[in-house]
């Protein structure tokens, strides 16, 4: 499991030009699943992303998680973060997980952030093209691989 986490000082998801999610400051997280992932690996993620002390205290150094602060996360699939450009210029995504494996791990991983958080996390449309925008804050931008 790969995630791409920003601080945000706010992010939104669009489809079709229109809002389907949205946050102000908090965390956008950029998700993509692999064949081998496991709820297991969900959970090093979720206790992980929840506990990143990546959050300004008052004297502006990074000691403060979003549970600390009672940020907002917004989370949107993506599985173009296993992609492979090793050979040629073309990107395989084989290493990927199919849809079947990856959208309900995506939609339990929200769901276990969510009971971490004791509020709703709102999300993108798994399989769906999606705009995404935000006001990275920092900046701040870790990628996280539950298998390194």
Known sequence: MRVVV????HAQVNIQ???CAQIGNG????????????EADLDWMCQKITKLRIFS???????LSVLDIK???LIVSQFTLYADVKK????????AAAPSHAA????LFRSKISEILQQPIP???FGADMQVSLLNDGPVTILLDSKI
């Open 88 to 95: 040629g210029n073309r990107p395989s995504f084989v290493a």
């Open 123 to 125: 999300s993108g449309v």
């Open 27 to 38: 965390l956008l997280l950029l998700v993509g699943i692999t064949h081998s992932d496991t």
């Open 104 to 107: 309900p791990l995506i939609e």
């Open 17 to 19: 030009q229109t809002t």
């Open 6 to 9: 920003q601080r945000v000082a």
């Open 57 to 63: 205290d008052d004297n502006g150094q990074m000691n």
């Open 71 to 73: 940020a907002a996360i």
